[in-house]
C-alpha cells in the first residue's frame, strides 16, 4: 500500500514539478501525496477524517496545524537554508527537518523514510531497535550480498532498515549506485564521534545529516568511505559508540552491520553490541571448524566478548550446492536459511543480478521471517510471538 503524505507549500509553482515527477516514476506505487498552497484549505483537511501517514510542509502551515492540538501523525518542516531529516525542528517539538530544494529523487525519498519509520514502529511490539551484525568466520562467504538482501526484503514489508558496511574496503559499491548529493560521510561523522569524546562536552551531534538513502532497496545507509586509512583507524570504542548512536536514534526497526575480517575491532564491537549475530558459512568441513573455533573463543573469559555471544547466533548457509543433504552441521548447531549458488552471477555485469534473483530473494524472505520475526513480533506473521 502507497504512503499518504499531506504536503503543505506557499507556492504552487513548487508543487507542479514536485507531483508531476512523483507519478512519471517509481515512487509513484510508493507515494501518494495531497498537496495544499493555501493555508485554509490545509488546515480543514486535517481536520477531516481522513488521516495521512506524515505531514511535511513549511514552517508556518506546520505551525498552524499544530496549534489545532490534532498532530497524531509523523511530520516534517521543509528548511530553506539546508536542513535534512533527522534534525529535530527546534522550535517545534517533535518534528524533524526537510531540505525544501533538494533533487527531487532525494526529496521523496526522505517523505518515504518519514512514513516508514512510523509504518515499522507500528508493527513491533519492541520499543528498541534491532541490531543484527552478519559475520563470518573467513572472507569470501558472501556476507554483503546476504546483508543487502536481507535490507531489501525488510524494507519493503514497510519496516524502516539502515545498512551499515564496516568492510575495510566497502564492497557494497559494487551492487548499489551511490546517490548524487554533497552528504557528508561516515569518516567526517567519525571525526565529530571522537572529537566530541576527547572534549567530553554535551553531544549535538545530529546522525541524520550523514544518511543516504538507496531508493531500490528502501535502505538507508552512510556514504561509502573511500579512504581505507579511516577505517584501518576506527577502533573498537568508536564503532561501539556509533552502533549506540544508531539504536539511541530510534529512527529504524533494523540495522543490518555488515562486518569485515572478524578479527578486527570493528567486528568484534558486532560480535558485542548485535542483538543477533548471523554467521555466514559453506557447506563444508573448513568454514564449520573455524566457525565453531570462533565461537569457542567468544566463549572463553579472556575474550573480551560477553558470555552469550552463542546465546544469540544464528546461521546461514551460502553458495548451497546440491550436497547439502549430505551435510549434517555438528551438535547444537541448527542453520536458519541455505541461499543457493546463483549460476547467473557468475556472469561479466552481474551487478545488478545480485538483489535481483527470485530465488535468492525468496531463501532471504525465509531467513529474515526465521531470525527477525522472533525480535519484532507482528511483521511477518501477524501474531504476537510474545503472547
Given at each position: ?77 521543509l528548511s530553506e537554508d539546508g536542513g535534512y531529516l533527522g534534525k529535530s525542528a527546534k522550535s517545534l517539538a517533535g518534528g524533524v527537518m526537510i ?127 573511500i579512504n581505507v586509512k579511516e577505517m584501518l583507524q576506527m577502533t573498537m570504542e568508536d564503532t561501539l559508540d556509533l552502533l549506540e548512536r544508531l ?141
Open positions: 500500500m502507497a504512503a499518504r503524505i499531506v504536503l503543505a507549500v506557499r507556492e504552487s509553482q513548487y508543487i507542479e514539478p514536485l507531483l508531476h515527477y512523483l507519478h512519471h516514476s517509481e515512487y509513484g506505487e510508493m507515494l501518494r501525496i495531497t498537496a495544499f498552497s493555501r493555508k485554509d484549505a490545509f488546515i480543514d483537511f486535517m481536520r477531516g477524517e481522513d488521516i495521512p501517514d506524515a505531514v511535511v510542509g513549511d514552517s508556518s502551515f506546520i505551525e498552524a496545524w499544530l496549534i489545532e492540538g490534532k498532530n497524531m501523525v509523523p511530520w516534517a518542516v531540505a525544501k530544494y533538494q533533487a527531487l529523487p532525494s526529496l521523496l525519498g526522505a517523505f518515504l523514510q518519514l512514513c516508514e519509520v512510523q509504518r515499522g514502529r507500528g508493527s513491533s511490539v519492541l520499543d528498541e531497535t534491532l541490531l543484527l551484525g552478519v559475520v563470518s568466520s573467513s572472507g569470501n562467504m558472501g556476507k554483503t550480498t546476504i546483508a543487502l538482501n536481507m535490507a531489501k526484503q525488510l524494507g519493503e514489508m514497510g519496516l524502516s532498515v539502515f545498512y551499515l558496511n564496516l568492510e575495510s574496503v566497502d564492497s557494497s559499491g559494487l551492487f548499489l549506485r551511490i546517490p548524487a548529493g554533497h552528504t557528508p560521510g561516515l569518516e567526517r561523522l567519525l571525526y565529530e564521534i571522537k572529537a566530541s569524546r576527547d572534549k567530553g562536552e554535551a553531544d549535538t551531534i545530529e546522525l541524520g545529516q550523514y544518511f543516504i538513502r538507496y531508493d531500490h532497496l528502501r535502505t538507508a545507509a552512510f556514504r561509502p568511505v539504536v539511541a536514534e530510534r529512527n529504524f526497526d533494523v540495522v543490518i552491520v555488515d562486518t569485515g575480517s572478524i578479527e578486527e575491532e570493528r567486528a568484534k564491537a558486532v560480535l558485542q553490541r548485535s542483538r543477533i549475530l548471523l554467521w555466514v558459512l559453506k557447506n563444508d568441513d573448513v568454514s564449520m571448524y573455524k566457525t565453531m573455533r570462533w565461537l569457542s573463543h567468544c566463549n572463553t573469559p579472556n575474550s573480551g566478548m560477553t558470555p552469550h555471544v552463542m546465546d544469540k547466533s544464528r546461521f546461514v548457509v551460502n553458495f548451497a550446492g546440491n550436497r547439502m543433504e549430505e551435510w549434517v552441521p555438528p551438535e547444537g548447531i541448527s542453520i536458519e536459511g541455505v541461499c543457493p549458488f546463483i549460476q547467473s552471477w557468475t556472469l561479466q555485469h552481474r551487478e545488478e543480478l545480485f538483489l535481483n534473483s527470485p530465488q535468492f530473494q525468496r531463501e532471504i524472505l525465509q531467513l529474515c521471517k526465521r531470525i527477525v520475526e522472533p525480535e519484532l513480533p507482528l511483521v511477518f506473521t501477524g501474531k504476537n510471538l510474545h503472547e
